[in-house]
């Protein structure tokens, strides 16, 4: 109060904010983590338990290259923080959870509170007992169409890779060719018996930019000619160039009419987009590698990308999900969650539930989960006919098999999964 | 298909999309309008019932100045857009029924889109047992902390008033004076009783924007000298003066430290905003008229208010507000949903829903609201110690008394409700 | 090679660079992470050993609201596939490690790489027989004058406390006072008996952005009429209040002639320093909070603070730190680093190593180091007159008693040193 | 002091700063100016002398158009202002060296700074024992990989020139090509027998813009079809024509995929890239003539340029060019530092320490070292393989034979070295 001012009648607030018991009558019991790898891949699913018996949720928290400090930040740090919590105040939690440790907006971090926020979505969705795309606003079309990856050693290689596909439904075609000489990103991990083949070691890979932005126009040249304008191409850089070739590549696709280009660039070399745009007209999706709103929401608000394809649980799960797809609503950006290998099948359905709700959907990435992957987790989307479709059960609509999980435990590796260590014919260190 | 390419595999989609066949099994079986006036103010109120006998939903599609076009709007045009529709839907059908008119963006439409999406998110909250808020993410406060409105003929007079509410428990004050010789918005309607006295009739008023800017800041100096610095303080230019008085209005402001300032401009206006920044550093809340995103979009992307205080029938609903509030949120800008005597009931119960569900809400309007209303409207969102509370019931918590409501018809009035006709000294039309 | 094109006569690269063995003839034994708290506060440390028998570096990984998350990602990830590589690459290390994880640029991965790198510029100083400052160019001036924190419930304990603090011959004074009934960061923690007493636990606290910013105008008013012209003030806003009131703070504390304002904004907020630069000329210094480039480069390249103040673990150590440094000295920018009672001796010995090579330097943060820190880590920087002084040793001149440490282990604490949980009066979550 | 204020207890600072007294024990006793033209080039080279017996430095300060100015400002200026000061504290010497003239950052004092700073890193490595690159954050590539200098009379002698070229072992091949009836830069110095054929010399040589600009594309057309798309190539326009002109060809050289473009304008022109780049996807690598920061910062800071190519002694050395590399890294932008004869072997050893210590090198220019200047220089950095080895001598790991060198005086010239006159058809003066 200023010095000699009059008596204020501020009336004092209400008693404070309730710390940490449960309104609804329903609290979290316990957070618990499951790490499996049924295809190989490691996986991290969290598993929130209630006070309600035989009431809990799922969540994705799948960083496939540190999946165990994904696992200690979850258990030392949220489990304590967040036990006796009414299972309803998923915002709040998102929010308390996100400042609660000071330092924040990192992959490790983010991936924890995904999974604890993914669950949370999974109960509401069962005390509701409605699909958690119900909560979300309801389904804006009958299922997510998705893209697959066809690759190949020669174009002809990939061209009938693209036509086994296309046998089967698939109208949406992500391809990448390999370059003689050089490993090259999304080549070697040929699907066709539908087990993911980790392509994923710690051999130091030789690559060269140069020769990686001569031939991938050739690549689509032969299949735009050989299989005619109809079905829609897409290809990944994965940020493997530097910015000056991006733009290249980009403006040379354009002939191509790509259904989109990915990750043009690495995320520090964001300030590129706008030279981008001004050489090419070829559609551009963006953004499996950030975590940070100062990635992205920059992009977003300049219309510099047409497809934002956040990892969810790269960016802390269902609840910044879906405020981003609503920002990107507003400036006409659709959505492309990220959906390689790396996303548990639990993940999957939460893009699902995204995907079906969200009027600005674009499409949906998909890597095809082998039957390992849907034993553990029974209820794991299914695609057909190009798209994949909700089971239509509450929730996520997906469970997690604890004890066949355990058979499949974290595979053998000098360093526990690393992403491989490209470099350049120098021996300088290529992002990424 | 390129002349003499080989023959595509493109595979056919899916069968279309379903026509209006419900897929949950709760389908749109009616939407009504109920006009009733409890206290004088012309509210618009929509009833959308399904084919679960029992199972209706309210929203509020209030015009108070345009009231039978919406209801026309809605009989005439979504009633038959949406019969026969799953109510699950919400986002389907807010975007169908958006361009379902090709033109769009207006109030009237707006209003009435709105009055069916609250319907359809209270019917969803009544399916899933719980309240809107809790599908909208939970709740981040216990209570939505409230301004109200203080007025007077003298800055004495208003202090007075202030001093009541105070008593009353209210910490935030929109504090308006009378400007002698002209009429002033907001000062008319003194509500000791809680009745709200109709201020708007259809003669003409005088107007000078000069005596008013150089009398508000006589107010905001007696009444921070009176009340002390801890009350928080707002005013309402209510974009009645040309955008440079508004700017230096704000400027002189500065010292009294206002919680906001609402409404500078007129929404033609919008581009002053940048200008305003320059000079003051007194909070702003915009955005009462607005009713098309080319208003509202740019002043948040660049960061120009403080506050988004759009009114949520006059947007389209909770539909697009909860994407609105998203917005706001990853620029900083919190809410304010306008909240005054032509909302309904109804519409004061979604406001509520969005402010206890938001991180980034900020205050909510309120006009008392009268016994009658209450009547009408069981489960009438109550307010106490300056906060407003959910009543914790499932939907939007209200129901409407519809034999009540019909006793308290639109009153007589020579043009319907039209706003009132300012004009200034010399005659000419004054906004708004 | 395109088809039919002539024969290249591309001569082939030389053979694959070097995996993982070393050249200098000196390489990383063993990555070890030890953990202890002397003062109460869980520091990380990390202990690189090389095949030198008796040569190892020493690096801080403090995150202290996360610490096992940090250890894990070194002991699981870093270690292994460091094991092996020449101690003398660090920027080799840096970047191979960056992008190792694939997602990266978040405090855990951040905290993790920082104490490697520390450690190895320590190994490298060793090797040279040279203080760290000497590789990184050499002393720009004696000593690193430091800021220290002054704090009290009412402006005249804060001028006591600061009046004590000039008589030890601090020059540089950052201020804090309490706000009457809430919770205010910096005043709990008075550091009169230079053992930081922990301010940090899982209360919940009450905060009044409202009641914050009309306090601390009045704190400064007082300050600076009894202190006279000369002291230098500090004040950090601790990204506690909306973007707007920040904003009118810095401009109503320029009469006051600070030496800087610190974190007026939350991260997420940057997009309003722009108008921040309209209304004050207060020097600004950001940035503690920073993990990620995205935050910080667009900031100094627009010339909107004054002072980079990041938490150099908290960005990955000291190689992305000196580059830093060298980014804004072309923009005029100086150097602020974090100096919290959360750095470890060791990042206090990297802080001051940089501090003194630094043309562009401006001010070190310093937290009083008590006697218990100083015995566990023998060689911690003194500091005398108001400034840091080097010892002048090898390598960053700091050793570790591990021993000592074992006998101080995490304190007991229910939610491991999350960050205390503070909400507005009506329950929101505060940042931060 | 405020009047009537109370006496503030501020603490004086401590003693000033040494003046010139070394810490370290090791101070400069000497500066000494070596002229020497081995090839014919006049070369200036600076030996620092330091108090402890044979421990000396060397610095590249080679400005061969300005010669006699540079030493006359070494001896005149830097020497005594110097001598006596601690070699270790290269980064305060540059700084108080920079500011000692008032004004500054000109080509002439910018060449005397890079002699004594090269040296001191020189001397600091000596004393660390290690090489120059280790103390900048060790190696992050094998070698340097370098592009050398094609050219002829019509495009079939340049494409013979290169197939010379990439049968050594050169991936990189800078091509240029005569244009008839006109002087053509970097045509006339066929190099060979190795030793680099002086081409500068007082003549006025002409010049037309338009048929050089018509010309190169005929050399691209031909050097890409003819020698395949894998080497890389590319091409300076060593600003030579109008700008819009330069735009122009950037453009029309696009479908030969230049490795980059060098130098499209005179410094002067700067203002015309954002132009370019709207224009072309080349690369662009720019700098050789830039000496102020005002130059080259902007670029960076806006992604204007892919690579930066400054003449490190004409910005003043491996201090400024260090921070420079890290500034470009920030951004996205390579090094391409200058690598002419007009480089002695001093300074090619300074630009390998950069080029494999930075994470952002891109390519090093390098002409043909001759043997004399190998005998004069030994530890000469060594190409093969198409790249620049380090010695792995500790500082630059290069010495001067004084006595050989002496027997290489500056050649007779009626200008001194003056940089050829070339005039347009008109005989108005052609830059540069």
């Known amino acids: 109060m200023i010095e000699g001012g009059p008596e204020p009648a501020i009336p004092p607030a209400w008693e404070p904010y309730r710390q940490g018991d449960s309104i609804s009558g329903v609290a979290i019991r316990d957070v618990r983590v499951i790490l499996t790898a049924p295809e190989g891949i490691r996986l991290v699913v969290v598993k929130v338990e209630t006070t309600e018996p035989g009431l809990y949720g799922l969540g994705c928290a799948t960083f496939t290259q540190r999946p165990l400090a994904v696992k200690t930040a ?249 405020k981003l797809a609503a920002l990107c609503e507003w400036f006409g950006v659709r959505t492309a969650w990220h959906g390689p290998g790396d996303v548990s099948p639990v993940g999957h359905a939460a893009n699902l539930a995204l995907d079906l709700s969200s009027s600005n959907f674009g499409i949906q990435e998909y890597s095809f989960i082998g039957e390992r992957s849907r034993e553990v987790f029974p209820g794991t989307p299914e695609v057909r006919d190009g798209a994949m479709w909700s089971n239509e059960q509450s929730g996520l609509g997906i469970d997690l098999d604890e004890a066949l999980a355990a058979r499949y435990p974290y595979p053998e590796h000098p360093v526990n999964g690393a992403w491989p260590e490209v470099r350049r014919v120098d021996g300088g260190v290529q992002k990424p």
């Open 74 to 322: 979850i258990e030392e740090y949220l489990r304590p923080f967040l036990i006796g919590r009414d299972v309803h105040d998923i915002e709040d939690i998102w929010q308390a959870s996100f400042v609660s440790s000071y330092w924040r907006s990192g992959p490790v971090l983010n991936n924890a509170m995904s999974g604890v926020d993914m669950a949370l979505w999974d109960i509401k969705g069962k005390i509701a007992n409605l699909p958690v795309y119900q909560l979300l606003g309801g389904k804006t079309r009958e299922a997510a169409e998705v893209y697959v990856h066809a690759s190949g050693p020669e174009p002809a290689a990939v061209e009938e890779h693209c036509r086994e596909l296309m046998v089967e439904g698939f109208r949406y075609l992500r391809c990448q060719v390999a370059v003689a000489g050089y490993s090259t990103y999304g080549v070697s991990g040929r699907t066709k018996d539908r087990h993911y083949r980790v392509s994923i070691d710690t051999r130091q890979e030789r690559w060269s930019p140069e020769a990686y932005v001569r031939r991938v126009p050739e690549l689509f040249e032969h299949l735009r000619s050989a299989l005619g304008p109809e079905v829609e191409l897409l290809h990944d850089i994965h940020e493997r160039v530097p910015p000056i070739h991006a733009i290249r590549l980009a403006s040379e696709l354009d002939p191509y009419r790509l259904f989109f280009l990915e990750d043009p660039f690495a995320p520090e070399d964001n300030g590129y987009f706008r030279q981008l745009r001004q050489h090419s007209v070829t559609p551009i999706a963006m953004g499996e590698l950030y975590v940070n709103q100062a990635e992205y929401v920059p992009l977003i608000q300049q219309r510099l990308i047409d497809f934002i394809r956040v990892h969810i649980s790269d960016i802390g799960g269902i609840t910044p999900a879906r």
